[in-house]
């Protein structure tokens, strides 16, 4: 099976950003004003919270096990970086697309102002060009690594320092992309592209497990390895961020906090190892069978199913439901939203193996936005 070659339980990890993304953007949607602040939806928008981080960070890790793939086969940095490039730009590209789409859904309805609207494809699709830019950079993996942590470094470390600054001299969308509020701006670059940095630095050591003599092994070290120092990260972290000592005038903790930011990765590098784990737990269960699990199948077509489900959720076609539901018949249709979008993501994997047997290659499945 085509995905046998695949690091599965990153599309794990995915697909379980696609749930909490899914369940967030639905009950904010379809629940009342009156529901919104109550320690359900607390719950709700702290899963949803999950997503967007997940999305990026794994979107660092998998152009950068891309990259070196593509380097270990014979391509020159400059060639595996350009066609990563590329993929970034199309989902650049794509995010563009789907705000004209939204706007004219809405014509009439919505101001211009939407269809430049920085959004999460926005904020991944620069991400992985500027990705690209910093592996192509690297003449060593060692090299490589260094990079990504500088620039991981100077993103979180400067971001309060930009997010203090007076940008109101600069051309509106250029500062909406560096620290721009919603609804103009949902995910500007600082400090959401230090994710993909971060990302980066695990990609660049599960990218080598192919040529490891035992596979296997290499990834269990690797995997246990990256698990077992974040949890030493995050209680270093908590130490130092409890200190009395404050290296910045204006913090906004949630948004532009140093700590903040180390403390959501390793909460990715958890999820990783979480589901690296019932992976392995399962994985004679999985080899025997045909298909491929739900999770998997959202993690894989991860961009199709952000387009569709938007458009469901808070599109023109559903407005009627819009804040009217309650919280049982929003937890349904939450299920019916959920269960069709893995009905299509398994049509666009049949579509994928289809189209590769075509073409007697093995299947590419659409790109993810992470």
């Not at 999770?295 to 569709?308: A, D, F, I, K, T």
């Not at 819009?322 to 049509?347: N, Y």
Request: glycine share 6%.
């Amino acid at each position: 099976m085509a995905a046998s070659k695949r690091r599965l339980f990153i599309d794990w990890a995915r697909g379980f950003a696609v749930l909490c993304m899914i369940q967030h953007h639905a009950f904010d949607a379809w629940m009342p004003d009156s529901f919104h602040g109550s320690p359900p939806d607390h719950f709700f928008r702290f899963m949803g919270g999950v997503a967007a981080p997940t999305f990026l960070f794994l979107a660092g890790v998998a152009m950068v096990m891309m990259m070196e793939a593509a380097h270990a086969r014979g391509q020159s940095r400059r060639e595996a970086a350009w066609t990563a490039c590329k993929r970034g730009f199309g989902i650049f590209v794509a995010a563009h697309l789907f705000r004209f789409q939204q706007w004219a859904l809405w014509w009439g309805a919505a101001p211009w102002t939407d269809l430049v609207r920085i959004d999460v494809l926005n904020c991944i699709g620069i991400a992985l060009m500027l990705t690209a830019g910093v592996w192509s950079l690297g003449p060593s993996r060692r090299a490589r690594a260094l990079l990504f942590f500088i620039a991981c470094a100077v993103v979180v470390v400067c971001s309060p320092w930009i997010w203090a600054a007076d940008l109101s001299r600069w051309p509106w969308l250029a500062a909406d992309y560096v620290k721009g509020l919603p609804p103009r701006a949902l995910f500007p670059l600082f400090p959401w592209i230090a994710f993909a940095f971060a990302g980066a630095l695990p990609g660049l050591l599960l990218a080598q497990i192919r040529a490891a003599k035992d596979p296997d092994r290499f990834e269990a070290r690797v995997v246990i390895g990256l698990s077992l120092g974040s949890v030493a990260l995050w209680f270093a972290t908590r130490f130092v961020d409890g200190l009395d000592f404050h290296l910045y005038a204006n913090l906004e903790w949630w948004r532009t906090s140093p700590a903040y930011f180390i403390l959501r990765c390793c909460s990715e590098l958890w999820l990783i190892g979480v589901c690296w784990l019932v992976e392995r737990a399962f994985a004679g269960f999985w080899a025997s069978r045909k298909h491929l699990g739900p999770l998997v199948l959202l993690g894989r077509h991860s961009l199709l199913v952000y387009w569709v489900h938007i458009e469901i959720v808070y599109g023109r076609w559903f407005w009627g439901q819009r804040g009217k539901l309650s919280l049982a018949q929003a937890a349904t249709w939450v299920v019916v939203v959920i269960a069709a979008m893995v009905a299509l993501s398994w049509a666009a994997e049949r579509f994928d193996e289809w189209r590769a047997a075509r073409k007697k290659r093995p299947a590419t499945p659409a790109a993810a936005i992470a």
